[in-house]
C-alpha cells in the first residue's frame, strides 16, 4: 500500500515559480505527476524512476518544468518555472510498481488528493 500527499500548489502570476511535494508512504518504483484543468481530461505532465532518476515530460511542460526525487526524504518534487494560465489545474502525484515511465494514468495505482495551482495572467 502507497499513500501519498500533495502540497505546494497555490495562486501565482504569470511568469512566476512554484515548487510541489509529495510525501511518499511505502515503495514505489516510477512515480508521476499529472494534472486535470475544470473540463479537461486529466494529463501527463512529469515522471520519474525512484532508484535510478530517470525522468520524463510531456512537450508542453519541457524546460519549464523539472521533477526530482529525494530518496532519503521520501519525497517527489515538481519544480514548475516560467508558469502560464494554461497550466492552471489541480495536480496529483501518482505511484506505480512497475519500472514502465508510462504516461498512461491508468498504469498508476495510487494517487494523491491533489493540490490546486492558479496562474493569473
Known amino acids: 500500500q502507497v499513500k501519498l500527499v500533495e502540497s505546494g500548489g497555490g495562486l501565482v502570476q504569470a511568469g512566476g515559480s512554484l515548487r510541489l511535494s509529495c510525501a511518499i508512504s511505502?515503495?514505489?518504483?516510477?512515480m508521476g505527476w499529472f494534472r486535470q484543468a475544470p473540463g479537461k481530461e486529466r494529463e501527463f505532465v512529469a515522471g520519474?524512476?525512484?532508484?535510478?532518476?530517470?525522468?520524463r515530460y510531456a512537450d508542453s511542460v519541457k524546460g519549464r518544468f523539472t521533477i526530482s526525487r529525494d530518496r532519503a526524504k521520501n519525497s517527489v518534487f515538481l519544480r514548475m518555472n516560467s508558469l502560464k494560465p494554461e497550466d492552471t489545474a489541480s495536480y496529483y502525484c501518482?505511484?506505480?510498481?512497475?519500472?514502465?515511465?508510462?504516461?498512461?494514468?491508468?498504469?498508476?495505482?495510487?494517487w494523491g488528493q491533489g493540490t490546486q495551482v492558479t496562474v493569473s495572467s
Open positions: 501518482a505511484a506505480k510498481y512497475s519500472y514502465s515511465l508510462a504516461a498512461d494514468g491508468a498504469s498508476y495505482a495510487y
Open positions: 520519474i524512476t525512484y532508484i535510478t532518476g530517470t525522468t
Open positions: 511505502g515503495n514505489t518504483f516510477v
